[in-house]
């Protein structure tokens, strides 16, 4: 073999003594001029495969002739053979500079999906139970003007991708791609012809995994360089996105290759295009390698995220290699998944004791108002963004080492439904035991959210059943019926009561007009944000209070004057109740 890259074991130049000798020298000082200062070096061809240097490269030919030739028969010129071996390592080196310098995939029709990619935000926030300050920064996120990152797929939260991004995600797009430079095609003839002449070509063969690659480098120069101050979670679907592209990339830069001619590389290019598609996916394992010891669950869902796009992306990518490459890539993502299957798997435990054992805070002014508690409205989401994942979830969850009652997306959701029941009634209700009806509005409410969003949620509905969801209508009838009897019920009965000991008709019915005028401007305040419940909750309410009072009217026909309103007024102001603090409706 010849000497190292860059540094050919060339002897001092001496006089020479025949032609051969002296077509020998010639080469070496050209060849020479490249070893003493190779970073000034321009090349023989620049990056767009034009001739910089012929000269250079007439002396690797040179020497590559006198090679083939044999001019120095041993031992007579063992000197001259020896220094004739080193200027022939000397061009199989620069031959592999070359190689590495020429570009043969073109990139430019990438670049603004590329810069769209590296420039968008993270769009909508998939973090599972966030806290406060990830709410409100996901909000500002979500209302800016920023391009979501979020890459359409199964893990897709919310608003749509950069366009040019989506395009790169149908696998048709890339036909109308030109990812080839026809020129650094021709080149790699060129450089081929040498190696193969210079008997170096397991010197090519190890840069293959080296050698330039501008539609796939420049998409990992997202995770390398602009992903480096973000979060973790931008790292992460910005990882799920780019390997998505990339294993579509591989397969078209596949097909594209093999369209071409490319003379004496030929023989190469199979090698060469799967030691470029292997040390990339390299890369993107060892990123993926890098989150499987992650187990916070919040991060569920981008962890999702990560598996799908790995598991979606294995199959085509596993068809280019074959023998012990396609063995290792098999194992080393087979590994990674069975990692990151662990993780998510403690990740489904930690947000089952999030809602079983978090005591949160019942005096948030939406539970105090008896609305919808924070703590169900997080619990609903997780259920919605893990339902998109149903299929990988059911397989992780039904690997032998789950729990039995938890082994597919179905036991999990009823699981997690089921303790946040139980935080409402128990730990959250008790801030209403003395409170009346607050109590029951409360659980009316959150229970009512609760199926609303099951119901529009898809699969979730067919995952609980009918009998589920059955079993919670009724519930909420009874908190309606509750509702009404606690807190309008003493209302009501000042009506009913006796005469005798309380004075005249228009004594009770001045009681009865404060005390509905106090329960009434209490209740238009609290928040019921279903409209169906909210009138559910108005008609139980009207239907109590309207008929007595008309029946008490009925019963005292000469009050007059001190009738002020009519049923009507009645039915008219109870409308408006449960429409929340912003209400400014019509006291009586």
């Not at 590329?114 to 709410?135: C, K, N, Q, W, Y």
């Not at 662990?342 to 489904?348: P, T």
């Not at 930690?350 to 978090?358: L, P, S, W």
């Not at 238009?524 to 309410?541: F, Y």
Request: proline residues 4%.
């Amino acid at each position: 073999m010849g000497a190292a890259v860059g540094k050919p074991a060339f002897g001092v130049a001496v006089a020479p003594k025949t032609q051969a000798e002296e077509r020998l020298a010639l080469a070496e000082h050209a060849l020479l001029q490249w070893t003493r200062c190779p970073g000034a070096d321009s090349g023989i061809w620049d990056a767009d495969a034009s001739y910089t240097n012929r000269g250079l490269l007439a002396a690797v030919d040179e020497v590559l002739l006198l090679a083939a030739e044999g001019p120095f028969p041993l031992p007579a010129a063992a000197s001259a053979r020896r220094r004739l071996d080193s200027a022939v390592g000397a061009a199989a080196s620069r031959m592999v500079e070359e190689f590495l310098r020429v570009r043969v995939w073109n990139g430019s029709r990438l670049r603004g999906a590329i810069d769209r990619l590296s420039l968008a935000s993270t769009g909508l926030s998939l973090l599972v139970f966030p806290s406060a300050g990830e709410r409100a920064s996901s909000a500002s996120a979500g209302t800016g003007g920023d391009v979501d990152v979020s890459d359409g797929s199964r893990s897709r939260a919310s608003s749509s991708v950069p366009d040019e991004v989506a395009a790169l995600l149908d696998a048709e797009v890339w036909d109308d791609l030109d990812l080839i430079c026809s020129p650094g095609v021709s080149v790699l003839h060129e450089i081929a012809l040498r190696i193969v002449r210079a008997g170096h070509t397991e010197e090519l063969f190890r840069e293959f995994a080296n050698a330039p690659c501008d539609v796939l480098d420049s998409f990992l120069s997202i995770l390398w360089v602009e992903c480096s101050q973000r979060t973790t979670e931008a790292v992460i679907q910005r990882w799920t996105t780019v390997t998505k592209i990339i294993g579509k990339a591989i397969v078209a830069m596949r097909r594209q290759l093999y369209a071409q001619n490319p003379g004496a590389f030929d023989g190469f290019r199979d090698e060469y295009l799967l030691a470029i598609a292997e040390n990339r996916i390299l890369i993107l394992l060892d990123f993926a390698n890098g989150f499987t010891s992650i187990t916070s669950h919040e991060k569920l869902v981008y962890m999702l995220g990560m598996y799908e796009a790995l598991t979606d992306a294995a199959p085509s990518l596993l068809l280019l290699f074959s023998g012990a490459r396609k063995e290792f890539i098999s194992e080393r993502t087979q590994g990674i998944l069975t990692k990151l299957a662990g993780a998510m798997r403690v990740m489904v435990s930690g947000v089952m004791a999030k809602i079983q054992g978090d005591c949160l805070s019942p005096h948030t002014p939406s539970a105090a108002a008896g609305g919808v508690h924070q703590l169900a409205r997080d619990a609903m989401t997780c259920v919605e963004l893990l339902a998109r994942h149903r299929t990988t979830l059911d397989l992780i969850l039904a690997d032998a080492g789950a729990d039995d009652e938890r082994g597919s997306l179905a036991g999990v959701v009823s699981d997690l439904i089921a303790g946040l029941e139980r935080n409402l009634q128990g730990r959250l209700a008790v801030a209403f035991a003395d409170a009346g009806g607050s109590r029951h509005l409360f659980l009316a409410n959150n229970i009512s959210f609760v199926l609303s969003r099951v119901a529009d949620t898809e699969g979730v509905a067919s995952l609980l059943g009918g009998a589920w969801a059955a079993r919670r209508r009724i519930r909420i009838e009874q908190h309606v019926a509750s509702y009404s009897a606690s807190s309008w019920g003493p209302v009501v009965a000042l009506l009913d009561m006796p005469v005798c000991g309380r004075g005249k008709p228009a004594k009770i019915l001045a009681e009865f007009n404060a005390a509905f005028t106090r329960m009434r401007d209490s209740e238009v305040c609290r928040e019921v944000p279903d409209p169906v419940l909210r009138a559910v909750l108005r008609n139980a309410v009207s239907d109590m209070v309207v008929p007595a009072y008309c029946a008490f009217l009925q019963k005292q026909p000469k009050l007059g004057k001190s009738v002020r309103y009519t049923a009507d007024d009645l039915a008219d102001s109870l409308s408006e109740l449960f429409e929340g603090e912003a209400t400014d409706g019509r006291k009586i």
